[in-house]
């Protein structure tokens, strides 16, 4: 009977996501891995059949993190604001992991129940309500990324002040007519330019 495995796909891809933590995917190479294990890289290719298939695999997992963090908005009114600032939230702690999860293709957000929501709230079209909701995920993105960059450093307090800023300032500019808007107490200011 041939030894047991010394070294599981699960500690193998446990050591590549801690060498993601400190220094991105571009830190996990081969001899990274081994070093980290105390072997040689052979214990890595038993499991994986290359070092793409080892970084798809952090991916994944880094991927799986983000979602731990976003699952804890669940029963937050609104659940939207609350999803922007859990992925501050994973900026600040996981900033690599953040860089790997938001600079992947194919990551999808689905809107849908938020804009459901917020169309009932205010009384705005889905279209309209699409359009906030995407202008603070890009505000909220961009935060994200200036914080995992260490370009900024905000409270979680100041976030959450500077996120209801834009979704209440959206959600004016998104209205014309302010009487049927519940919460909104002062008057949406109209310009207009004299020809």
Do not use: H
Not at 127 to 154: C, D, H, M, P, R
């Amino acid at each position: 009977m041939p030894p047991k495995q010394k070294y599981t796909r699960e500690v193998i891809l446990n050591a590549a996501v801690n060498l993601a933590r400190e220094g991105g995917l571009s830190a996990v190479v081969a001899r990274n891995v081994g070093k980290s294990l105390g072997c040689t890289v052979s214990p890595i290719f038993s499991y994986f059949s290359n070092m793409e298939d080892l970084q798809q695999a952090v991916k994944d997992e880094a991927l799986k993190i983000y979602q731990d963090y976003i699952q804890t908005t669940n029963g937050y009114p609104p659940s939207f604001k609350m999803n922007c600032l859990q992925m501050i939230k994973f900026a600040k702690k996981e900033p690599c992991l953040f860089e790997i999860v938001f600079s992947s293709k194919g990551l999808e957000t689905n809107f849908d129940n938020d804009i459901e929501s917020l169309s009932k709230a205010y009384n705005i079209s889905k279209a309209e309500g699409y359009s906030i909701l995407n202008s603070l995920w890009i505000q909220a993105y961009g935060i994200g990324v200036l914080t995992s960059k260490g370009i900024v450093e905000f409270s979680d307090d100041e976030i959450s002040k500077m996120l209801e800023q834009i979704y209440m300032g959206s959600i004016m500019l998104a209205k014309n007519d302010n009487d049927k808007t519940p919460g909104l107490s002062r008057p949406i200011i109209k310009v207009s330019i004299k020809k």
